[in-house]
């Protein structure tokens, strides 16, 4: 794979995206608005409020399908609310109150619900420190995402964002038959070796899942992230794609396209950002 970015730019964008959560999210938007069509199919885990789950949604319209699951039940109202809005297509997007884990059962939740909109997770540590509020924690149900396809079937699900604060390697374990079956282009949100730390699993382990799945990584910069880059010092971005093998983001979403997209948020977030 040819680099996207030069060695420099992409240092500068990566020092962008560690201080600026706005751009990964971006960057999220701008791949599921190519991937998805009307009609179309995707499943939100760590839905939260709804800030992606609406637009893809509005993408997919009334004939497409979509599944929303969020285990915060602070949360949950809102994500729901948002759904019913005005303008949103009804019917269209399910909603499901669990943890996407690699087993079916319960667990223990955790959340600071007056610090950011739905941070929260299975793990108590991933919480942010400098969020205001007692940590509450909850038993929720949990499932995995095969079973919950069972239960709330999708026709097609052509993108599957995940995005539960270090808990990513425990959804797609629960993800197999999905991942078989739809083959979608899926946007993780993960720190690597600190969800590894707290999921006590390794590289190999990581990256084992994916290439029994028939799936390569790249990061949000386009460029493979491989087990090495797992292991080398040095900051990783907390944002990447999984992909078929044989398909690149290339082909879903060109570059001068994605590379313009990327470009443009920076700036907005960094007036001052030349490329």
């Known amino acids: 794979m040819v680099p996207l970015l030069s060695e420099g730019m992409r240092n500068r964008l990566l020092g962008l995206h560690l201080t600026h959560a706005g751009l990964a999210e971006c960057m999220i938007a701008a791949c599921y608005q190519s991937v998805l069509k009307p009609g179309g199919g995707f499943v939100d885990v760590g839905a939260r409020i709804g800030a992606h789950t609406v637009p893809m949604t509005r993408i997919v319209g009334a004939t497409g399908t979509g599944l929303a699951i969020e285990a915060n039940p602070d949360t949950l109202p809102r994500l729901k609310a948002a759904l019913a809005a005005p303008g949103v297509p009804q019917g269209v997007t399910q909603v499901l109150h669990a943890a996407a884990h690699d087993h079916v ?11 950011q909109d739905g941070m929260s997770s299975i793990y ?4 942010r420190t400098e969020d205001p509020g007692p940590k509450t924690t909850y038993p929720v149900p ?3 995402l ?17 995005d539960v604060e270090d808990a990513e390697y425990l959804v797609l374990r629960g993800a197999g038959d999905l991942m078989a079956r739809h083959q979608p282009l899926i946007a993780l949100e993960n720190l690597p070796r600190e969800a590894a730390a707290r999921g006590g699993y390794s590289a190999a382990d990581w990256f084992g899942l994916f290439e029994t799945a028939g799936y390569h990584l790249v990061d949000m910069f386009w460029q493979p992230f491989t087990p090495a880059d797992f292991t ?3 900051d990783l971005p907390y944002s ?8 690149d983001l290339g082909d ?13 948020h920076a700036r907005r977030l960094d007036p001052g950002f030349c490329p």
Not at 105 to 115: I, L
Not at 240 to 247: S, T, V
Not at 252 to 264: A, F, K, W
């Open 105 to 115: 059962g319960e667990v223990r939740f955790h959340t600071r619900p007056q610090g």
């Open 124 to 127: 108590a540590e991933a919480l």
């Open 142 to 144: 949990c499932t995995t």
């Open 146 to 162: 095969d079973a919950a396809l069972m239960a709330h079937p999708l026709p097609k699900v052509d993108f599957l964002k995940i």
């Open 232 to 234: 080398a010092k040095g």
């Open 240 to 247: 990447y794609f999984a992909l078929p093998q044989g398909r």
């Open 252 to 264: 879903l979403i060109p570059d001068h396209v994605y590379l313009g997209r990327l470009m443009q």
